[in-house]
Protein backbone atom coordinates (compact mmCIF):
# COMPACT_ATOMS: atom_id res chain seq x y z
CA UNK A 1 0.00 0.00 0.00
CA UNK A 2 1.06 3.60 -0.07
CA UNK A 3 0.96 5.78 2.52
CA UNK A 4 -0.07 9.22 3.01
CA UNK A 5 0.58 10.87 5.95
CA UNK A 6 -0.60 14.09 7.54
CA UNK A 7 -0.90 15.40 10.64
CA UNK A 8 -4.44 16.99 10.24
CA UNK A 9 -7.24 16.04 8.90
CA UNK A 10 -7.58 19.45 6.69
CA UNK A 11 -4.51 18.43 5.59
CA UNK A 12 -5.73 14.81 4.07
CA UNK A 13 -9.25 15.69 3.15
CA UNK A 14 -8.72 16.25 -0.68
CA UNK A 15 -7.08 13.00 -0.60
CA UNK A 16 -9.85 10.96 1.11
CA UNK A 17 -12.28 12.29 -1.09
CA UNK A 18 -10.98 11.97 -4.01
CA UNK A 19 -9.89 8.22 -3.72
CA UNK A 20 -13.12 7.39 -1.89
CA UNK A 21 -11.34 6.27 0.76
CA UNK A 22 -13.49 4.82 4.05
CA UNK A 23 -12.19 5.73 8.43
CA UNK A 24 -10.92 2.14 9.52
CA UNK A 25 -9.57 3.67 12.76
CA UNK A 26 -9.58 6.37 15.03
CA UNK A 27 -6.47 6.65 16.76
CA UNK A 28 -4.77 7.52 15.01
CA UNK A 29 -7.75 8.44 12.19
CA UNK A 30 -7.27 6.03 9.28
CA UNK A 31 -8.54 6.22 6.16
CA UNK A 32 -8.14 3.37 3.19
CA UNK A 33 -8.94 1.57 0.22
CA UNK A 34 -6.90 -1.57 -1.25
CA UNK A 35 -4.48 0.56 -2.50
CA UNK A 36 -3.79 3.81 -0.41
CA UNK A 37 -3.67 4.15 3.27
CA UNK A 38 -3.67 7.61 5.06
CA UNK A 39 -2.80 8.47 8.55
CA UNK A 40 -3.90 11.75 9.96
CA UNK A 41 -1.25 11.23 13.41
CA UNK A 42 -1.28 14.89 14.55
CA UNK A 43 1.13 17.53 15.07
CA UNK A 44 4.41 16.79 16.66
CA UNK A 45 7.40 14.24 17.57
CA UNK A 46 5.22 11.72 19.75
CA UNK A 47 1.67 11.53 17.65
CA UNK A 48 3.83 11.08 14.60
CA UNK A 49 6.17 7.92 16.23
CA UNK A 50 2.88 6.50 17.95
CA UNK A 51 0.67 6.88 14.77
CA UNK A 52 3.38 6.13 12.55
CA UNK A 53 4.68 2.70 14.46
CA UNK A 54 0.85 1.76 14.56
CA UNK A 55 1.13 1.92 10.72
CA UNK A 56 4.06 -0.13 10.23
CA UNK A 57 3.21 -2.64 12.91
CA UNK A 58 -0.65 -3.35 11.13
CA UNK A 59 -0.07 -2.60 7.80
CA UNK A 60 2.04 -3.53 4.65
CA UNK A 61 3.68 -0.30 3.26
CA UNK A 62 5.85 0.26 -0.23
CA UNK A 63 5.73 3.49 -0.63
CA UNK A 64 5.56 6.96 1.83
CA UNK A 65 4.29 10.19 1.42
CA UNK A 66 3.82 13.24 4.29
CA UNK A 67 2.11 15.75 2.61
CA UNK A 68 1.26 18.91 4.75
CA UNK A 69 1.92 22.71 5.12
CA UNK A 70 5.22 24.26 6.35
CA UNK A 71 6.39 27.72 7.37
CA UNK A 72 9.17 29.63 4.98
CA UNK A 73 12.12 31.70 6.11
CA UNK A 74 12.02 33.41 2.73
CA UNK A 75 9.47 36.29 2.06
CA UNK A 76 10.02 35.77 -1.87
CA UNK A 77 8.76 32.30 -1.92
CA UNK A 78 5.12 32.68 -2.18
CA UNK A 79 2.71 31.36 -0.40
CA UNK A 80 0.81 27.81 -1.43
CA UNK A 81 4.49 26.76 -2.98
CA UNK A 82 4.72 22.83 -3.13
CA UNK A 83 8.54 21.54 -2.21
CA UNK A 84 9.94 17.64 -2.38
CA UNK A 85 12.42 17.72 0.66
CA UNK A 86 13.62 14.42 0.20
CA UNK A 87 14.46 14.14 -3.29
CA UNK A 88 14.78 16.20 -6.75
CA UNK A 89 11.35 15.28 -8.62
CA UNK A 90 10.39 16.60 -11.96
CA UNK A 91 8.14 19.61 -11.61
CA UNK A 92 8.75 19.74 -7.88
CA UNK A 93 11.30 21.79 -6.82
CA UNK A 94 13.45 20.71 -3.53
CA UNK A 95 14.21 22.45 -0.42
CA UNK A 96 15.40 21.31 3.04
CA UNK A 97 13.60 21.31 5.76
CA UNK A 98 13.66 21.63 9.42
CA UNK A 99 11.29 20.48 12.10
CA UNK A 100 10.72 22.11 15.24
CA UNK A 101 8.94 21.60 18.72
CA UNK A 102 7.00 24.49 18.40
CA UNK A 103 5.94 27.02 15.36
CA UNK A 104 8.70 28.89 14.60
CA UNK A 105 8.64 32.39 14.57
CA UNK A 106 11.54 34.43 12.61
CA UNK A 107 15.13 32.90 12.71
CA UNK A 108 18.62 33.99 12.00
CA UNK A 109 19.07 31.20 9.08
CA UNK A 110 21.28 32.16 6.29
CA UNK A 111 20.00 29.20 4.33
CA UNK A 112 16.03 28.70 2.94
CA UNK A 113 14.52 26.26 4.52
CA UNK A 114 10.87 25.26 5.14
CA UNK A 115 9.95 24.83 8.72
CA UNK A 116 7.06 21.99 9.84
CA UNK A 117 6.52 19.96 12.93
CA UNK A 118 6.68 16.64 12.28
CA UNK A 119 8.82 16.02 8.84
CA UNK A 120 11.98 14.98 10.53
CA UNK A 121 9.87 12.27 12.50
CA UNK A 122 8.15 10.84 9.72
CA UNK A 123 11.81 10.46 8.02
CA UNK A 124 13.31 8.81 10.86
CA UNK A 125 10.28 5.93 11.45
CA UNK A 126 9.76 5.15 7.81
CA UNK A 127 13.56 4.73 7.32
CA UNK A 128 13.07 1.98 9.72
CA UNK A 129 10.78 0.22 7.43
CA UNK A 130 11.71 1.69 3.91
CA UNK A 131 14.47 2.94 1.84
CA UNK A 132 15.36 5.97 0.94
CA UNK A 133 13.84 6.35 -2.45
CA UNK A 134 10.03 5.28 -1.79
CA UNK A 135 10.09 8.03 1.51
CA UNK A 136 8.90 11.57 0.20
CA UNK A 137 8.08 14.74 2.17
CA UNK A 138 5.83 17.04 0.21
CA UNK A 139 5.65 20.50 1.94
CA UNK A 140 3.38 23.34 0.70
CA UNK A 141 4.29 26.70 1.90
CA UNK A 142 1.50 28.14 4.66
CA UNK A 143 3.07 31.13 5.79
CA UNK A 144 6.57 32.79 6.08
CA UNK A 145 6.98 32.19 10.18
CA UNK A 146 4.96 34.85 10.91
CA UNK A 147 2.62 33.29 13.18
CA UNK A 148 -0.39 33.87 10.63
CA UNK A 149 -2.87 31.03 11.87
CA UNK A 150 -4.50 29.85 8.61
CA UNK A 151 -8.00 28.51 8.58
CA UNK A 152 -8.68 24.77 8.18
CA UNK A 153 -10.63 25.78 4.89
CA UNK A 154 -7.58 27.65 3.73
CA UNK A 155 -5.20 24.59 4.68
CA UNK A 156 -7.95 22.56 2.67
CA UNK A 157 -7.52 24.95 -0.02
CA UNK A 158 -3.40 24.94 -0.10
CA UNK A 159 -3.56 21.23 -1.01
CA UNK A 160 -6.11 20.98 -3.28
CA UNK A 161 -4.69 23.39 -5.47
CA UNK A 162 -1.06 21.17 -5.28
CA UNK A 163 -3.09 17.91 -5.90
CA UNK A 164 -2.90 17.52 -9.48
CA UNK A 165 1.01 17.81 -9.24
CA UNK A 166 1.42 15.60 -6.22
CA UNK A 167 -1.12 13.23 -7.62
CA UNK A 168 1.47 12.53 -10.49
CA UNK A 169 4.14 10.81 -7.89
CA UNK A 170 1.76 8.63 -5.90
Keep these: MILIYT ?12 YKLK ?9 TNNKIIICIGGVGKENTFNSLNYIFNNFTIKKAYNIGIAGI ?17 KDIPYLQLTTVDKPQ ?4 AKEISLYDMEGKYFLE ?13 LK ?3 DHLDL ?11 IYNNFNIMYLYL
Excluded: H, M, W
Design 148 to 158: LKLSKDEIKKL
Design 73 to 89: NNKNIKIGSLFCTTANI
Design 105 to 108: VKTT
Design 23 to 31: KINSKPKIY
Design 140 to 142: IVS
Design 125 to 137: ICLKYLTNNNIFI
Design 7 to 18: ALLCEAQCFIER
